[in-house]
Every structure is written in C-alpha cells, then in structure tokens.
C-alpha cells in the first residue's frame, strides 16, 4: 500500500495544512502523520470530515506519498507545491514585492 497523509486548507488564509500524529493541523508536510495500512486510512478520512463539519479546514483530501530519506515526497505534483507554499506572492508578500517595485 501506497502511505497516505491527510492535507487541506485553513480558513482563515487559505494555506495548505497537513494532520499530525496529535490530530491538530500543521504547516509544514513534514510534520504530517504517515498512514500506512487501510485502518488509518479510514482514520483520516474520518477526522478529515469532522474537521470540515466543525469548519476547521476546508478541501481536505488524502494524499498519496513516498516516504524518502530525506522526508516525505507527495507523488502528484500539485500537492509537492502545495507542500512547499504558492508559486507566487501573495498577501503581505505580494504588497511588500509591489511596495519595493515602485520604490526603486
């Protein structure tokens, strides 16, 4: 079997989130708890839904992963960019890069 992590996207900012072993959501894919067996599977899926009901999180999915050396790899590639931030400013990074345009 393929290992699974449960990811989605807090409401608050729309940024990618990844579940832990202690059932909270974290930021970095690193830290994501490695489901490895069909039960745990289940388990995600599980939390995944309540977590959306309690408006928590919001597009929650299990996602496929290889487990490397040197971290867990996601296979398909929207999730390795989700896993390592947008591919372009936005927010407050987006206006400090505008700030700094007009200012040079």
């Not at 974290?26 to 995600?44: G, P, S, T, Y």
């Not at 939390?47 to 929650?60: E, M, Y």
């Not at 929207?78 to 372009?88: A, L, N, Q, W, Y």
Request: hydrophobic share 45%.
């Amino acid at each position: 079997m393929i290992s699974k992590v449960l990811t989605a996207n807090k409401l608050i900012d729309g940024n990618s989130v990844w579940l832990n072993a202690q059932g909270e959501w974290c930021e970095e894919l690193k830290d994501a708890f490695i489901a490895r067996h069909d039960e745990a599977v289940a388990a995600l899926e599980d939390t995944g839904k309540k977590a959306v009901s309690d408006n928590l999180v919001v597009d929650v999915a299990v996602i496929d992963v290889v487990e490397r050396e040197n971290g867990i790899w996601p296979t398909r590639l929207r999730e390795r960019i989700r896993s390592h931030g947008p591919s372009v400013a936005y927010g407050y990074d987006a206006l400090a890069d505008n700030a700094a345009i007009k200012a040079a």
